[in-house]
Structures are given as structure tokens and as C-alpha cells.
């Protein structure tokens, strides 16, 4: 897992957002967590081990997907891939570091899947950073068509709440092939009678206490129309595919 800080100098604003390793120099994450209002990101970092010694890794480029660029408002195309400068060090070789690891993608339709989790580097409740990935149980799944696409929501339960930094982080779940991920997250939503605003800390705390669904971004929906293209215009498609053929 990765933490990606990513700053918007004509709004003058920073945020942070949760992405997985799917190989030694790519991170997936959410669009809107690298473009907004028109313009991607000025400045990015990726952060990996944020509960011990955090690793800073230069990015050499974004790729946002462009069905995202043409309508932002769209869940089913909230995904973007964050390219590494240099590959990431010790990658499967640390065992003390378990979170820098790749996961492995799920393309399979339908799901039929018993065990799922979302997981990130979100805020907790003392609106700091998690010190370690907290998770939230997924309880259910459907499509919805929202915006006039299909869209996953999730239900979670339990202490694990998602909130502000844990977009951009997986939905995986537990196969017979070991854990995959198969979306990632793009909003957390409330029931339209308990919207409240989220302007200051204490009330992005609140709306995350009180949630207990997210809308996730589908791997299946841009593996063939953006993932691997791209990855196969930087090079890059071969060392993805060893990577999600090996098992750290």
C-alpha cells in the first residue's frame, strides 16, 4: 500500500490519498485524487511504510483515465495510475514491511466473493493519519447505475470507518488464489437524511462516523481501455504481468 500527497497549486490546495502497489513502479488510486476542476496535480509523492520508516519515491508521470478527464462527476472511470521514477526498493523482499508488497487484481465478472475489505491510510478519529492500514469489513455489494453508469457500492460495518486519505485504496477480497483487488474507492456516501457539511476537520470526522457505504471504481470496467495500454505504452505491461504472477 501507498500514500500518495499530491498538491494543486492554482487552488492552492494539498490532499492525501491511499494506492496500491501493483508492480515496482506503478500505483493505482483514484482520478480525483490527482485531477480536479480541469488540471492534474503540480507536485506528487508517494509515501510507502508510514508506520515505521516512511520511503519517499519521485513520480515520473500520472495517467488519469480519460473517460474521467471528459466528465469527473463519472464513478465508473475514477482510477488513475502514478508511474515511479525509479522501482520501488526491496519490493516482496522486506518481511518486516508486509505493506510493501504488490496486490494482485481480480478481472473476473460477477460478485460472488465471501470475504472483502477496504482498506487505506485514512483520518481516525483524532483526524490524524492512520500509523497502520485500518480496514473496513465489507458486509455487501451491487451495481447501481448512478449518473447513468454502472457503479459498485459497497456496505462496510464495524470500528473500521473509511474517510478523507482512504480514497484512492483498494477493495479486495479473499479468493482461492489468495487476496485480490477488484476496485477502488472512489466516494464514501451517507443517506441523503444524515448529509452533513464537511468543512472542518471535526465535521469530515462526523460524516465518516456516520457513514456506512462508499462507491468503488471497478478494475474490470479500465483494465482493457486504460490500464494496460498504458502500461504497455510506458514498457511496463511485462513487469505488471511477473509481478501479479509472483507471490511475495
Same mark, same amino acid.
Given at each position: 500500500?501507498?500514500?500518495?500527497?499530491?498538491?494543486?497549486?492554482?487552488?492552492?490546495?494539498?490532499?492525501?490519498?491511499?494506492?496500491?502497489?501493483?508492480?515496482?513502479?506503478?500505483?493505482?488510486?483514484?482520478?480525483?485524487?490527482?485531477?480536479?476542476?480541469?488540471?492534474?496535480?503540480?507536485? @506528487?509523492?508517494?509515501?510507502?511504510?508510514?508506520?515505521?520508516? /516512511?520511503?519517499?519515491?519521485?513520480?515520473?508521470?500520472?495517467?488519469?483515465?480519460?473517460?474521467?478527464?471528459?466528465?469527473?462527476?463519472?464513478?465508473?472511470?475514477? $482510477?488513475?495510475?502514478?508511474?515511479?521514477?525509479?522501482?520501488?526498493?526491496?519490493?516482496?523482499?522486506?518481511?518486516?514491511?508486509?505493506?510493501?508488497?504488490?496486490?494482485?487484481?481480480?478481472?473476473?465478472?460477477?460478485?460472488?466473493? &465471501?470475504?472483502?475489505? @477496504?482498506?487505506?491510510?485514512?483520518?481516525?478519529?483524532?483526524?490524524?493519519?492512520?500509523? &497502520?492500514?485500518?480496514?473496513?469489513?465489507?458486509?455487501?455489494?451491487?451495481?447501481?447505475?448512478?449518473?447513468?453508469?454502472? #457503479?459498485?457500492?459497497?456496505?462496510?460495518?464495524?470500528?473500521?470507518?473509511? #474517510?478523507?486519505?482512504?480514497?484512492?485504496?483498494?477493495?479486495?477480497?479473499?479468493?482461492?488464489?489468495?487476496?485480490?483487488?477488484?476496485?477502488?474507492? @472512489?466516494?464514501?456516501?451517507?443517506?441523503?437524511?444524515?448529509?452533513?457539511?464537511?468543512?472542518?476537520?471535526?465535521?469530515?470526522?462526523?460524516? #465518516?462516523?456516520? @457513514?456506512?457505504?462508499?462507491?468503488?471504481?471497478? $478494475?474490470?470496467?479500465?483494465?482493457?481501455?486504460?490500464?494496460? /495500454?498504458?502500461?504497455?505504452?510506458?514498457?511496463?505491461?511485462?513487469?505488471?504481468?511477473?509481478?501479479?504472477?509472483?507471490? #511475495?
Amino acid at each position: 500500500m501507498a500514500f500518495l500527497v499530491t498538491q494543486f497549486e492554482r487552488k492552492g490546495s494539498k490532499q492525501g490519498c491511499s494506492g496500491t502497489i501493483i508492480s515496482d513502479r506503478v500505483i493505482l488510486t483514484a482520478a480525483h485524487c490527482v485531477y480536479q476542476e480541469g488540471h492534474e496535480a503540480e507536485k @506528487s509523492t508517494v509515501l510507502l511504510d508510514l508506520n515505521k520508516n /516512511p520511503v519517499n519515491l519521485q513520480v515520473y508521470a500520472i495517467y488519469t483515465h480519460p473517460r474521467y478527464i471528459q466528465n469527473p462527476s463519472t464513478y465508473m472511470y475514477d $482510477i488513475a495510475m502514478v508511474v515511479l521514477r525509479n522501482p520501488i526498493p526491496n519490493l516482496c523482499k522486506d518481511e518486516h514491511s508486509p505493506t510493501i508488497s504488490p496486490l494482485y487484481l481480480d478481472y473476473d465478472q460477477g460478485l460472488s466473493y &465471501s470475504t472483502c475489505y @477496504s482498506v487505506g491510510w485514512g483520518l481516525t478519529e483524532n483526524g490524524k493519519l492512520y500509523s &497502520s492500514l485500518r480496514r473496513a469489513n465489507i458486509i455487501d455489494m451491487d451495481r447501481v447505475k448512478e449518473n447513468e453508469e454502472l #457503479c459498485l457500492i459497497a456496505f462496510y460495518e464495524g470500528d473500521g470507518k473509511l #474517510c478523507a486519505g482512504d480514497s484512492g485504496g483498494p477493495l479486495f477480497c479473499e479468493t482461492e488464489n489468495g487476496l485480490k483487488q477488484i476496485a477502488v474507492n @472512489s466516494q464514501i456516501m451517507q443517506p441523503e437524511d444524515t448529509r452533513s457539511k464537511r468543512e472542518t476537520i471535526e465535521e469530515i470526522i462526523a460524516f #465518516c462516523r456516520a @457513514s456506512h457505504m462508499a462507491i468503488f471504481s471497478e $478494475i474490470e470496467a479500465t483494465l482493457n481501455n486504460f490500464i494496460k /495500454p498504458i502500461l504497455k505504452s510506458e514498457n511496463l505491461w511485462d513487469n505488471f504481468e511477473k509481478y501479479q504472477k509472483f507471490k #511475495c
